[in-house]
C-alpha cells in the first residue's frame, strides 16, 4: 500500500548553507565507495545494477524505479507534469543508475540526457537507446540556463556533506535550469526524525527528511519547494518512507 502526502516549506525557514568549495574538498561519498557498493564483486557475480534490472533485490538493497510498479508509475507521472507545466520535451538525469523511468520516458518523444559516474549505468542507459555520459556531477556542468526539468533518483543522499550538514550540490545545479524550470529528486527518508541520518549498510550514503530537503532547497535559492512522502516496502525491513522533493526555480 502506497503512501503519498505533501509538505510545502516556507522559504523564510530554510536552513544556514555551507561552503561549496569546502564540501569540494572534503566530499562525503567518495568514487571508492561507490564502486564498491555498485560494481560488480570480485567473484564476478552480477553487479548491483544487473540484479536491480531483474526487479530483485539484493539483500534489502532495492531501487524502487525497478522495485515497485506503483512507485515507477507515481515518479513518471510527476514528470510528465512537470515537463508539461514548463512545455519543454528535455529532461536532464543526474545519477540515472538503471534509467527505467528516463526510457520510458524516451519511448514517449521526450529528450533525455542521463548522466552517471558509474559505468555500469551508463552501459544500461545507452543498451536502453539512451543518450548517456559517465560524469561525476560534482564535476561536470552543463551550459547554465539549458534545463527545464532536472531528476534526481538516490543521488541527494551521496553527496550530502556531515561535516557542514547541507547539500552543496543543490547550489551548484541551480544554474543549469531555465526560468520556471522544476528540480524532482527523491531520497530514502529518516526514520530517526532527524534533518539526516546515515544509512547502514551503504558506506557514505544518508537517508534525507522531507523538511530537510525543502530547507535546502530554499536555502540554494529555489523560489518554491515540497516535499511529498511516498510509501513502499523492502523486502526485509519492510514499510519505506521516501522523500520526493519538487522545487521550481522564478519564472
Known amino acids: 500500500m502506497q503512501q503519498f502526502q505533501g509538505i510545502q516549506k ?9 561552503s561549496i568549495r569546502q564540501w569540494e574538498e ?46 515507477r508509475e507515481m515518479m513518471l507521472g510527476t514528470l510528465v507534469e512537470a515537463l508539461a507545466k514548463s512545455d519543454a520535451r528535455r529532461l536532464l538525469s543526474l545519477g540515472c543508475g538503471n534509467a527505467v523511468i528516463e526510457a520510458e520516458l524516451a519511448a514517449q518523444g521526450y529528450d533525455v540526457l542521463a548522466v552517471d559516474a ?18 561525476d556531477v560534482r564535476e561536470w556542468s552543463p551550459a547554465p540556463g539549458e534545463w527545464p ?30 526560468d520556471g524550470g522544476t528540480l524532482i529528486a527523491s531520497n530514502d527518508s529518516t526514520r530517526s526524525g532527524e534533518p539526516a541520518e546515515a544509512a547502514p549498510g551503504v558506506n557514505a550514503f544518508y537517508w534525507l527528511s522531507e523538511d530537510y530537503l525543502a530547507d535546502q532547497a530554499y536555502d540554494a535559492g ?3 519547494a515540497e516535499c511529498r512522502t ?22
Not at 10 to 18: A, M, T, Y
Not at 28 to 57: C, H, M, T
Not at 118 to 135: D, F, I, N
Open 10 to 18: 516556507n522559504p523564510s525557514e530554510g536552513s544556514p548553507h555551507g
Open 26 to 71: 572534503n566530499v562525503s561519498a567518495s568514487q571508492e565507495d561507490l564502486k564498491k557498493f555498485y560494481s560488480g564483486r570480485e567473484d564476478n557475480s552480477p553487479s548491483i545494477f544487473d540484479v536491480w534490472e531483474q526487479g530483485a533485490a539484493r539483500g534489502d538493497s532495492v531501487t524502487p524505479s525497478t522495485y515497485s510498479h506503483e512507485y
Open 118 to 135: 558509474m559505468p555500469e549505468a551508463v552501459r544500461l542507459a545507452r543498451r536502453k537507446g539512451l543518450t548517456s555520459l559517465l560524469a
Open 149 to 178: 526539468v532536472v531528476y534526481a533518483d538516490g543521488l541527494f543522499g551521496h553527496l550530502y556533506d556531515p561535516d557542514t550538514r547541507t547539500l552543496p550540490i543543490l547550489h551548484r545545479i541551480r544554474s543549469w535550469f531555465t
Open 222 to 224: 529555489f523560489s518554491f
Open 230 to 251: 511516498f510509501t513502499y516496502s523492502r523486502p526485509i525491513s519492510g514499510p519505506r518512507h521516501r522523500s520526493v522533493l519538487i522545487a521550481q526555480t522564478a519564472a
